[in-house]
């Protein structure tokens, strides 16, 4: 393994460093062939810094699917996937106040709970720890047609009496100083099953678009992870990718996205 350092005088996050130097790696032909990551206890000690910190950085790269962990294999980069940021994003209130769309809400549950061992990991806490959990059933005036559902990093400070009818963002920004920065996506194929079926008006198998959104700060910490299940006859989620070339010393290429949602009402 190179000799990676850490500066522990940046303001930017250990983690976040570690991430970078993971992401760096990952680019590395050896490990793109196959060759095994190096593993936690080999990285903390190289980098002088908790087993914990490098642990919390790998799982965001394994969330991202940019890595893939089997138990009592190793790690090893994935293949075929393609990572991209948004350049441009907001509420989804905003984003459909911005489009002139009317949209309401059916329904908000507020909760406290206990997550699963995967989602524990991305937030770096116990499964033991109790962090809260918003449910928003959104639609038209001709009935439901997206259901979210976010977990929320305790760091934030929520105490589950905010007034979670106000834009989501700009709420936290004014009442807990959370500043979101980057919206990391990952947007899938699924079938309704019984319950979703139930909560969105629409028949059990029926598909629907599942879209996982973790939301980070300006310091690339965890804020947010969104489950969004939107029927997929009401919502098309629609990506246009300019690419442009920009001249410095030599010819470099760069590539720019515009993303932007189109709603059907059928």
């Not at 699963?116 to 928003?136: N, P, Y």
Request: net charge negative.
């Amino acid at each position: 393994m190179e000799i990676f350092s850490i500066d522990h005088d940046s303001a930017l996050p250990l983690h976040v460093q570690v991430e970078e130097i993971l992401r760096g790696l990952i680019g590395d032909p050896e490990y793109q062939n196959g060759k095994l990551f190096p593993n936690e206890v080999d990285i903390a000690k190289r980098l002088g810094i908790s087993r914990n910190t490098v642990r919390q950085a790998l799982n965001k790269l394994v969330y991202e699917q940019l890595l893939t962990r089997k138990k009592g294999v190793g790690t090893k980069v994935s293949k075929s996937n393609i990572t991209t940021k948004l350049n441009k994003w907001s509420s989804f209130t905003l984003e459909m106040h911005e489009k002139g769309v009317a949209f309401k809400t059916y329904d908000l549950k507020v909760d406290w709970v206990n997550v699963d061992q995967s989602v524990a990991e991305l937030f770096g806490i116990s499964t033991d720890t109790k962090i809260l959990k918003l449910e928003r059933l959104r639609g038209l005036d001709i009935g439901p047609i997206v259901n979210f559902i976010s977990y929320f990093h305790p760091r934030v400070g929520l105490t589950g009496d905010e007034d979670f009818s106000k834009p989501l963002y700009e709420m936290l920004e004014k009442d807990h100083h959370t500043v979101v920065a980057v919206s990391k996506e990952e947007i899938s194929a699924t079938l309704a099953d019984e319950d979703l079926a139930d909560i969105l008006h629409m028949k059990t198998g029926d598909p629907v678009l599942l879209r996982k959104r973790v939301v980070c700060d300006p310091g690339d910490r965890l804020i947010e992870y969104n489950l969004g299940y939107y029927r997929a006859d009401r919502f098309t989620y629609a990506i246009d990718i300019a690419r442009f070339i920009t001249l410095a010393i030599g010819w470099t290429y760069a590539f720019g996205e515009r993303f932007n949602y189109a709603i059907d009402i059928v």
